[in-house]
């Protein structure tokens, strides 16, 4: 496909004015009849934060905020986001589980070109799905993510949900010491493993917050996780909560349990009956404390819990007609050696390990699928680490696995534990070449990211 030309900043009027101070600058025209060429403007810039008390981190921002502005925009309607880059770097952005054209897809040289720095790049798109989202680069991602390229994208029901109260929680855990100093993002031991960890963990970039929630009212919490690395086993002990959507895709309401396990991509949106004035209760990672939620007075009448969110229009599948493919994710022991040239190779997808840096990525895709077709994906993890496997372009669902009990359902990244085997399926209606990786952002970079071709 021809790639969008890159659009220089230099010389374009109406730049003086943007700022990207406490809150960044956000344009939210509520498109007016002369609509402004973007709902949005979105800059990337280098950013001081305090994560650790009387210490600078030099984390990189959108918005002025890491985690990055939360963008908005409703079911079925356009979203436009000029998108400046002011980093030293060159980068894009990915919309994670965006059903999108290939163009704004944001994968480097496959979608579009580098945004250099200096430049602006114009993103412009449907959103067909309402839910949680999130956007973050498709370039140098361990060191752009780690540093704070990561934001929270949310789409509206087209009608009101029923939610009155809600917050969206970032998860993220900083590759930060002691001084606030980053560590390495990528450690090559670590990356063959389960990948790198960060130390320091925060919501929406702050460590451990007190969050107040209005008493007696269902407050819908976003929970997104951001994190490059970790698998947040999370839990609400003695609270009322009812998941009602996964991935941005909504489900059965039903009662979260003793701990959802929230892969990097992930997310999930936590309904909670917030008890009386007073109440603190911790919102857990295992054993670990993220953050306290503090119920408050409120004046409004007790909530009580919407209905159901109205499911997104997703094809299904035909199972009867779909045609089966096989994907097993393994460790690449004889691969791991220090010193061959390019870049470390730990993981593959079928005895081959994908080059993140080989802008020929296109021209050889894992499986070229035909358009409408209907698919059967047999995700086998033959590694005892987890892998949450994420498509781009498409949203899938999940059938069934040989580890757990499984209630179909529709989503852009499923966790795959280790050993297992799951299946998935979807109609392959977005016609483009489509990113098909590991979430953890070490895995991806050594090995763990293929494409796929609908044609
Ligand atoms: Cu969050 Cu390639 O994606
Ligand atoms: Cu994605
Ligand atoms: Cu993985």
């Known amino acids: 496909m021809k790639l969008t030309r890159r659009q220089v900043l230099a010389g374009l009027v109406g730049l003086g004015v943007a700022g990207f101070g406490a809150g960044g600058v956000r344009y939210w025209l509520g498109r007016p009849e002369n609509a ?14 305090e994560l ?8 990189w921002a959108y918005g002025g905020q890491a985690p990055g502005l939360e963008l908005r925009c409703r079911q079925g309607e356009r979203l436009r986001v000029r998108f400046i880059n002011k980093l030293e770097v060159s980068t894009t952005i990915h919309w994670h589980g965006i059903r999108l054209p290939l163009e704004m897809d944001g994968v480097p040289y496959v979608s579009q070109l580098p945004v250099l720095p200096g430049e602006y790049f114009d993103y412009d798109f449907i959103t067909p799905d309402a839910g949680s989202y999130w956007y973050h680069p498709h370039t140098a991602s361990s060191e752009q993510l780690g540093r704070g390229l990561v934001g929270p994208l949310i789409v509206e029901e087209r009608e009101p949900s029923g939610f009155v109260h809600e917050r969206t929680l970032c998860l993220k855990s900083w590759h930060v010491d002691e001084q606030g100093a980053f ?4 450690v090559p031991r670590e990356a063959a493993r389960e990948g790198t960890r960060g130390r320091l963990s925060s919501i929406n970039g702050v460590s451990l917050p007190t969050l107040e929630l209005p008493a007696g009212q269902v407050v819908r919490l976003r929970l997104i996780n951001v994190d490059s690395t970790i698998t947040y086993r999370l839990n609400l002990p003695g609270a009322e909560s009812r998941i009602y959507a996964l991935d941005g895709n909504p489900v059965a309401p039903r009662p979260l349990g003793k701990d959802y396990w929230l892969g990097p991509g992930m997310r999930l949106d936590l309904a909670l009956r917030v008890p009386a004035a007073g109440t603190e209760l911790s919102l857990r990672n295992g054993p670990l404390r993220l953050a306290t939620l503090k ?3 409120s004046a409004q009448a007790a909530g009580d819990w919407p209905p159901a969110l109205p499911a997104n229009p997703v094809a299904e ?6 045609e089966t493919l096989r994907f097993n994710f ?15 190779r730990y993981w593959q997808i079928n005895g081959q390990a994908w080059d ?25 993890n033959m590694a005892q680490y987890q892998h949450p496997i994420h498509l781009h372009g498409m949203t899938f669902k999940v059938l069934d696995s040989d580890r757990r009990d499984i209630v179909p359902y529709f989503t852009d990244t499923y966790l795959l534990g280790k050993n297992e085997t799951a299946r998935i399926a979807f109609v392959a ?21 293929a494409a796929i071709a609908v044609v």
């Open 52 to 59: 650790v008390p009387g210490h600078k981190t030099p984390a």
């Open 356 to 380: 993140i840096d080989d802008k020929a990525c296109a021209d050889r895709p894992i499986a070229t699928l035909k358009k409408d077709g209907h698919y059967i994906f047999v995700l086998r």
């Open 330 to 344: 393994e460790w690449a022991a004889l691969l791991a050696s220090p010193n061959q040239a390019g870049p470390a």
């Open 317 to 322: 599948p035909d199972l009867s007609q779909a």
């Open 295 to 297: 119920s408050v007075a």
């Open 429 to 449: 209606d977005n016609p483009g070449v489509w990113m098909f990786h590991c979430h953890v952002i070490d895995h991806m970079e050594t090995g763990l990211m």
């Open 36 to 49: 402004a060429s973007h709902d949005y403007e979105l800059i990337a810039a280098p950013l001081d934060l």
């Open 183 to 186: 560590t390495d993002f990528s």
